[in-house]
């Protein structure tokens, strides 16, 4: 248990003098910060809010999230206590409660049951600290932190992306934006993940990048094990201006950051269990595709619907015999590819489609710089004699304006 008070949520369905008792010996065990009630009358008497003082022994707040707000900036809380029960609180609300809890750097503890509140490690820098997160596995969060990142190159900023990944380098890594294929056939060679995210960032972005790892992600995105925060430490001693940090899978980086961009793939991963605690988080959501997200308004989260439109990083002729190789099925505009693969993180199906790649004469592999893009499809095409153009992923708002968003983000707007 978290030592120091505690909030106590409580509710109407219980007699006020069972859960006085309940309260009193809180009090005594571990201190009280806070009473709040959230709903239900059933075991009141008619005039109880007027009473609620007398009633419980102490003062009791009402408005549930606002009230967890003024409380948690007010008080010296560590952590929320339910008290409450069915009907009052349903599962999906007691899992929103636990999750704005946990967003407010408190502990939730019910009977049975204990959350930790994730920590963040600080970073020391003067200039503004970024995060790009997600909902889960290729969401775009490279395309976005890349896209991001070039439109503060481009604004004059000399920002840095700090990525941690699944198969990110074991002490935090810089990569040059020089970095080309012969340095990922390089690195391919001695076994290293050559498809990484900070590999990509720096080819596809144009910009300095920190490679790092995490093993794990926790029910609300917390890495078991990562060296993001020696990763961050390590850009902020770049010659940069802006730190941009980089999600993995659901995962979230471990540090404090100033502004948070959340990208939406599935609502449901979204809006389910604790899955709410990534937008309390975010200052914009990111939403792919068509519909909308309740839920965000709701929170006071802006939403713009985006989507990724794919284009080569180079010109490809217009009579080259192109070879497509993704991990999803859409084509960029004007490429008309013999071959198109959607198995580059599918392996022995992959392999196949390059032998169609061959026996085609395709001369040209365009290709994602994800999966098996490097110790697969690039050595292929360098035993082919074909030339390598990697595929990046544009976003692109759909009825907002994306790049002013973000850019406001930086500014503080």
């Given at each position: 248990?978290?030592?120091?008070?505690?909030?106590?949520?409580?509710?109407?369905?219980?007699?006020?003098?069972?859960?006085?008792?309940?309260?009193?010996?809180?009090?005594?065990?571990?201190?009280?910060?806070?009473?709040?009630?959230?709903g239900g009358?059933?075991?009141?008497?008619?005039?109880?809010?007027?009473?609620a003082?007398?009633?419980?022994?102490?003062?009791?707040?009402?408005?549930?999230?606002?009230?967890?707000?003024?409380l948690?900036?007010?008080?010296?809380a560590?952590?929320?206590v339910?008290?409450?029960?069915?009907?009052?609180?349903?599962?999906?609300?007691?899992?929103?409660?636990?999750?704005?809890?946990?967003?407010?750097?408190?502990?939730?503890?019910?009977?049975?049951?204990?959350?930790?509140?994730?920590?963040?490690?600080?970073?020391?820098?003067?200039g503004?600290k970024?995060?790009?997160?997600?909902?889960g596995?290729?969401?775009?969060?490279?395309?976005?932190?890349?896209?991001?990142?070039?439109?503060?190159?481009?604004?004059?900023?000399?920002?840095?992306i700090?990525?941690?990944?699944?198969?990110?380098?074991?002490?935090?890594?810089?990569?040059a934006?020089?970095?080309?294929?012969?340095?990922?056939?390089?690195?391919?060679?001695?076994?290293?993940?050559?498809a990484?995210?900070?590999?990509?960032?720096?080819?596809?972005?144009?910009?300095?990048t920190?490679?790092c790892?995490?093993?794990?992600?926790?029910?609300?995105?917390?890495?078991?094990?990562?060296?993001?925060?020696?990763?961050?430490r390590?850009?902020?001693?770049?010659?940069?201006?802006?730190l941009?940090?980089?999600?993995?899978?659901?995962?979230i980086?471990?540090?404090?950051?100033?502004?948070?961009?959340?990208?939406?793939?599935?609502?449901?991963?979204?809006?389910?269990?604790?899955?709410?605690?990534?937008?309390?988080?975010?200052?914009?959501?990111?939403?792919?595709?068509?519909?909308?997200?309740?839920?965000?308004?709701?929170?006071?989260?802006?939403?713009?619907?985006?989507?990724?439109?794919?284009?080569?990083?180079?010109?490809?002729?217009?009579?080259?015999?192109?070879?497509?190789?993704?991990?999803?099925?859409?084509?960029?505009?004007?490429l008309?590819?013999?071959?198109a693969?959607?198995?580059?993180?599918?392996?022995?199906?992959?392999e196949?489609?390059?032998?169609?790649?061959?026996?085609?004469?395709?001369?040209?592999?365009?290709?994602?710089?994800?999966?098996?893009?490097?110790?697969t499809?690039?050595?292929?095409?360098?035993?082919?004699?074909?030339?390598?153009?990697?595929?990046?992923?544009?976003?692109?708002?759909?009825?907002?304006?994306?790049d002013?968003?973000?850019?406001?983000?930086?500014?503080?707007?």
């Open positions: 248990m978290a030592p120091g008070p505690v909030i106590a949520l409580i509710d109407g369905e219980h007699h006020p003098a069972a859960v006085r008792d309940a309260l009193d010996r809180l009090e005594e065990e571990r201190g009280l910060a806070g009473v709040v009630f959230v009358e059933e075991k009141l008497p008619r005039d109880w809010s007027a009473r003082e007398e009633l419980y022994g102490r003062p009791v707040r009402g408005g549930g999230y606002d009230a967890l707000y003024r948690a900036a007010t008080t010296d560590r952590a929320v339910d008290l409450a029960d069915e009907p009052v609180l349903t599962t999906r609300r007691r899992f929103r409660l636990a999750a704005y809890s946990l967003s407010l750097g408190l502990d939730w503890e019910a009977p049975g049951a204990r959350l930790t509140a994730p920590h963040y490690e600080p970073i020391e820098f003067d503004p970024l995060a790009v997160i997600g909902t596995k290729r969401t775009g969060k490279t395309a976005v932190a890349g896209h991001w990142a070039g439109l503060m190159r481009a604004a004059g900023g000399r920002p840095v700090v990525c941690m990944g699944r198969g990110g380098p074991a002490e935090p890594e810089v990569a934006p020089e970095t080309g294929v012969d340095d990922l056939l390089r690195l391919s060679s001695d076994g290293r993940h050559a990484s995210d900070y590999l990509e960032g720096a080819v596809l972005a144009g910009v300095p920190v490679g790892r995490r093993v794990g992600g926790g029910l609300v995105g917390e890495p078991g094990e990562s060296n993001v925060a020696e990763g961050g390590l850009a902020a001693s770049l010659d940069v201006d802006r941009i940090f980089e999600g993995s899978g659901a995962a980086p471990p540090v404090e950051v100033d502004r948070t961009v959340l990208i939406v793939g599935d609502r449901g991963a979204l809006l389910d269990a604790l899955g709410p605690y990534r937008l309390m988080r975010a200052d914009l959501a990111l939403l792919m595709g068509a519909g909308s997200l309740e839920a965000a308004g709701a929170l006071n989260v802006p939403q713009i619907r985006f989507e990724l439109r794919p284009e080569p990083a180079e010109e490809v002729a217009g009579d080259a015999r192109v070879a497509l190789f993704s991990t999803g099925p859409a084509v960029p505009d004007g008309d590819p013999l071959v693969s959607t198995a580059l993180a599918r392996r022995p199906l992959l196949a489609d390059l032998d169609r790649a061959a026996a085609a004469g395709c001369d040209t592999y365009v290709t994602e710089l994800k999966a098996a893009a490097i110790d499809v690039a050595e292929r095409a360098r035993r082919e004699g074909a030339r390598l153009v990697f595929l990046r992923n544009r976003p692109v708002g759909l009825d907002d304006a994306l002013a968003a973000l850019m406001g983000l930086v500014d503080g707007d």
